[in-house]
């Protein structure tokens, strides 16, 4: 049977290669169903989620109830995603927080999708296996599928827009309606949730450019026309977007500058907030312009960078693989290859706010994976001209890397997204140097294993209690949706009988107290349960009334 390779136009007819990625696909899918709820409510998502409140209240008020525009800073991002999650959790019976994270998980499964449909657009079958596979491996995707929901969305969303955009490109300067309307959901989806969309009008505009230096027309005034007419094409899609926008993303539609003022109001953001960098603790505001490309360097698998390189190499000097390509096959590498390039480079240039992190770049993950399977996908090529043999054995060879990392995450999970690859020793060599569980996502097995603490000591004692008095390292709605009724928030450390805290900034050691449970990944303590009890007096802490959940 013959493959397809890189150099060559890729078949539109489906094979065995398909057939493997429908197989990961259903898999992945079944993993979410499965193993949704154990992943904890973020930091954010409290917050996130009563922005989506508020957008819906401010449509049903008929546009009287403004309080989402005074809502910390949130006004500032779409809330397309927060709005769906809750008219979801409006008809359907189910927890909000479990509709969240499936409902992101499903996002993060499209953006694979997506993925997939690109690189194979770009390459063939067989390089839409690879970049799907290279995907689904990788702990910043995967670990970030549950509860990273305006990451992940967005980064789903730009990959979508690529996909439709490589689409209408071939056609160019007549690009068929429905992929410059595909183009428009995806632009008016990214700019829903974050003003960043904006980028895909400078990368509209490089492909038409692209266009150009590729099949298009000679002189200058047959390119000018070719130009206008393209962006003409694109009119209904951009109209599209912008309704989609401003729909999600209400101040979005109090002024149509308001898109832009917020990228510049986010490269000021000032906030009393610090990570880490190679052990040395920044404020978020003051990172070294090596930031964003070291956590690039160590938080995505090596197979990734390993295979992206190689591409940015056959691009360079195809010669070197003999890969003889088509002209438009090298054109949109190079349009993949500078959509992922030009928001790290913006951001080293501007060393504007960072932390958590490559979270906020989570988007050109997805193109790091296009870019690696096409580098991939024309090695086993090359191999093949060779020996035959060679080529499955350099096919094999990719294969066993991404079983090594899927191996790595599996003994992670659910924290997937602590996943740091060899060049910084993986998490042992990460932890304490940089950014681990920021999302307190060991909440639930620390609230777990405090329970079954406290069912033990009270089965001992032949005592029981109404509650006990919990201080956290996190969020209050993140232990209350773990916990029972017998444990109790309090903001009051001193009195707190037990404490819950990551190992993330040193967090766990800001309250001091017995440590009765941890919570471990490859050998690295991520989290701790503390009981405080000798350094409170029961009587007072049994005495104190309990604070009310929040709803």
Not at 38 to 64: C, H, K, M, P, W
Not at 125 to 138: D, Y
Not at 171 to 179: A, E, I, K
Not at 327 to 354: C, D, H, K, N, W
Request: hydrophobic content about 50%; proline content about 5%; glycine content about 8%.
């Amino acid at each position: 049977m013959h493959h397809q390779s890189a150099h060559q136009t890729p078949r539109t007819r489906y094979d065995r290669y398909d057939a493997a990625t429908a197989l990961l696909l259903l898999g992945l899918v079944v993993l979410v169903l499965l193993t949704h709820d154990r992943y904890a409510v973020s930091n954010d998502e409290g917050l996130q989620q009563r922005y989506g409140e508020l957008i819906v209240s401010y449509y049903t008020s008929g546009f009287t109830d403004r309080s989402l525009f005074a809502f910390e800073n949130l006004y500032l991002y779409g809330g397309l995603f927060d709005v769906t999650a809750t008219l979801i959790g409006r008809v359907l019976p189910y927890d909000l927080y479990s509709i969240r994270h499936i409902l992101c998980a499903a996002t993060g499964i499209g953006g694979i999708v997506a993925t997939w449909a690109t690189a194979r657009l770009i390459a063939g079958p067989r390089a839409g296996l690879i970049a799907t596979a290279l995907l689904a491996v990788s702990g910043v995707w995967y670990g970030a599928m549950f509860n990273h929901t305006k990451d992940i969305t967005f980064a789903a969303a730009m990959i979508g827009a690529t996909y439709a955009l490589l689409r209408a490109m071939r056609d160019l300067p007549r690009p068929r309606l429905r992929h410059v309307v595909l183009f428009g959901v995806m632009l008016g989806a990214a700019l829903g949730l974050r003003a960043v969309g904006l980028l895909l009008g400078v990368y509209l505009m490089l492909a038409i450019v692209l266009k150009l230096h590729d099949n298009g027309p000679t002189t200058h005034r047959e390119r000018l026309a070719f130009a206008t007419r393209s962006l003409l094409a694109f009119t209904p899609g951009l109209v599209l977007g912008y309704l989609i926008m401003i729909a999600a993303w209400p101040w979005a539609a109090l002024d149509p500058l308001n898109p832009v003022r917020a990228i510049f109001a986010f490269a000021k953001f000032r906030y009393p907030i610090r990570d880490l960098l190679a052990g040395v603790v920044y404020a978020m505001d003051d990172m070294p312009r090596w930031y964003l490309p070291m956590y690039l360097a160590i938080k995505l698998p090596l197979a990734m960078l390993a295979g992206a390189v190689m591409a940015l190499v056959v691009i360079a000097a195809p010669r070197s693989v003999r890969a003889d390509m088509p002209r438009r096959t090298r054109y949109e590498v190079i349009l993949i290859a500078a959509m992922a390039a030009f928001p790290i480079a913006a951001q080293v240039i501007s060393r504007g706010p960072e932390f958590s992190g490559m979270r906020h770049f989570t988007f050109v993950v997805p193109l790091l994976a296009v870019l690696a399977a096409f580098g991939f996908d024309t090695a086993i090529a090359a191999f093949g001209r060779w020996r035959t043999p060679a080529a499955a054995g350099a096919g094999v060879a990719v294969a066993m890397l991404v079983m090594w990392n899927a191996v790595t995450l599996a003994r992670l999970h659910p924290h997937e997204y602590l996943f740091y690859n060899p060049l910084v020793g993986g998490l042992p060599g990460a932890a304490g140097r940089y950014a681990t569980d920021y999302w307190v996502n060991v909440m639930p097995e620390a609230v777990g294993k405090l329970e079954s603490f406290l069912t033990r000591m009270e089965q001992n004692s032949g005592r029981s209690r109404g509650h006990y008095n919990v201080a956290i390292c996190a969020q209050r709605v993140q232990f209350e949706h773990a916990s029972t009724d017998r444990l109790h928030w309090t903001d009051t450390w001193e009195e707190a009988e037990f404490f819950i805290s990551p190992t993330h900034m040193s967090c766990d050691n800001m309250l001091e107290g017995k440590v009765i449970a941890t919570i471990e990944r490859l050998g690295v303590v991520i989290g701790v349960v503390k009981d405080r009890r000798m350094l409170v007096d029961l009587e007072t802490a049994a005495r104190i009334k309990p604070r009310r959940r929040e709803p």
